[in-house]
């Protein structure tokens, strides 16, 4: 068929899907500019990145941040309290770095929410709302992330909302592909997420949407950039304006990554000096929380970074810890965490980029007040706690937050919240108020309804 005639619709889509660039169709890039009927935010920015911790499987809050020595035994478990440099305040002695930067830290000890399934419960994390009924992801609540990008915020070329995966053997599907929230939802995948799934700790890592494929060169490219506008000038109005005008955006945006030294240099993480990545950890989390600093600094405006299975059999999946909690919160789960949350704090504090950018730990939910408790469907062994999220603890720090301070309180047995209980909604708010988005915002979902994004009021105590 020449150029000079009418391309039928399929054979466009056939030609993304064998791949018009040479590489994998970045179908995740979400686009930046905002749509029409976005409203522009109006507040000022106090934090113009957002780095989202995810604690995936559900930490323990009176194993972390939260402690309770004057419980019971089956209640309070095996761990001490420690002082940290803010007087008064007191966390866990498995978080010895983080216990000397509490000063940068707004810890929540009132989350709460009724969800005690993980892969529904993060999208109360991730959006705010309630999850939807079903398994469709397209139904889901907006992520964050997918909100941002829908407002033209970032910088090109790079994508406004990336999210880390590392994928590890014996990875639980339904974590990793199912779980609510991760993606723009009714907003339409325009405003996806980047999502990457390899490992940042190997040798060979890659980000394989972002480079050319053996053969590819620029001139290459730019001979079929010329040949894709060509095609694009064939189609019409209506179906630009569909998902085909999706297409043709994250086309562009993937010529544009591919010829530029910016975007190519932020996933570079063999430009980090060794006493940088070790200071981070050599595993996949630290090494994924690197990432995002490479990220933020060059303008992206949202970063999620999923706690990854490390793939020992006979333990805990990711935070999940029905069985073995206190020897893997120990051994696997808390030091590097600590690590990393702490390197994180302290480089970004150096650069000057702290005060710019909002950092949030969290699970989706936290694990049962007594040992061995059930429930959920899974359980609980002798050594484990099940679900909990009825009360559990995020964190915050940086992005206008005020550190050094606990917001809300749980009971004496960490099962409830005893004084200002924090809805998921509320604290999403919080973040879009630091990012400079108006409480009330409504945005157009993908048959033109408009929705209030955010029904929630921020926590005026935790800004500073």
């Known amino acids: 068929m020449h150029l000079s005639q009418p391309l039928p619709r399929r054979d466009i889509v056939r030609a993304g899907t064998i791949g018009l660039l040479g590489m994998s169709l970045p179908r995740l890039l979400a686009g930046q500019r905002a749509a029409e009927a976005a409203e522009r935010p109006t507040l000022p920015v106090r934090a113009k990145s957002t780095v989202l911790l995810f604690m995936w499987g559900g930490p323990a809050q009176q194993d972390t941040w939260d402690l309770k020595p004057g419980a019971p035994a089956e209640i309070r478990g095996e761990f001490k309290p420690i002082s940290t440099n803010v007087p008064g305040i007191e966390i866990c002695e498995h978080f010895p770095l983080l216990a000397q930067r509490c000063d940068k830290l707004a810890i929540i000890r009132s989350m709460t929410h009724p969800n005690v399934d993980h892969t529904t419960a993060t999208h109360y994390l991730l959006t705010g709302q309630p999850p939807p009924v079903g398994d469709d992801l397209r139904k889901d609540w907006p992520s964050i992330g997918a909100v941002l990008a829908k407002l033209g915020r970032g910088r090109d070329p790079l994508p406004p909302f990336v999210q880390m995966r590392p994928k590890m053997p014996g990875d639980v599907p339904r974590f990793v592909e199912q779980s609510h929230g991760q993606l723009a939802g009714w907003l339409g995948p325009t405003w996806d997420p980047l999502t990457i799934d390899a490992r940042p700790d190997l040798p060979d890592y890659r980000v394989g949407d972002f480079l050319l494929q053996d053969g590819m060169t620029q001139d290459r490219i730019r001979d079929r950039q010329s040949l894709l506008g060509s095609v694009e000038r064939r189609l019409d109005r209506l179906e630009q304006a569909g998902s085909l005008g999706a297409m043709t955006r994250h086309y562009s945006r993937a010529f544009d990554l591919l010829s530029s030294a910016v975007g190519k240099s932020a996933f570079e993480l063999s430009e980090e000096p060794d006493h940088i990545r070790d200071r981070y950890g050599r595993n996949p989390h630290g090494q994924s929380v690197l990432q995002a600093r490479r990220l933020v600094e060059r303008g992206v405006p949202l970063v999620t970074i999923f706690w990854p299975n490390d793939g020992i059999k006979n333990v805990s999946v990711y935070w999940d810890t029905h069985s073995r909690n206190f020897i893997d919160h120990r051994e696997r789960l808390m030091p590097p965490a600590d690590q990393a949350f702490s390197a994180f704090l302290d480089d970004l504090s150096e650069r000057g980029l702290l005060d710019e950018t909002l950092v949030v730990w969290t699970g989706e939910f936290g694990r049962t007040p007594r040992i061995g408790q059930r429930n959920s469907d899974a359980g609980a062994g002798a050594d484990g706690r099940d679900h909990w999220p009825n009360c559990f603890t995020s964190v915050l720090a940086g992005g ?49 309804r408009p929705i209030v994004i955010c029904p929630g009021t921020p926590i005026a105590d935790l800004i500073g």
């Not at 005893?418 to 998921?424: D, E, G, H, K, T």
């Not at 999403?428 to 108020?433: C, F, K, L, P, S």
């Open 400 to 448: 206008g937050i005020r550190g050094g301070q606990i917001y809300g309180s749980s009971d004496r047995y960490a099962a409830y919240p005893a004084s200002n209980p924090v809805n998921p909604l509320n604290l999403v708010a919080t973040i879009y108020r630091q990012m400079g988005v108006p409480e009330g915002l409504e945005l157009h979902d993908n048959v033109g």
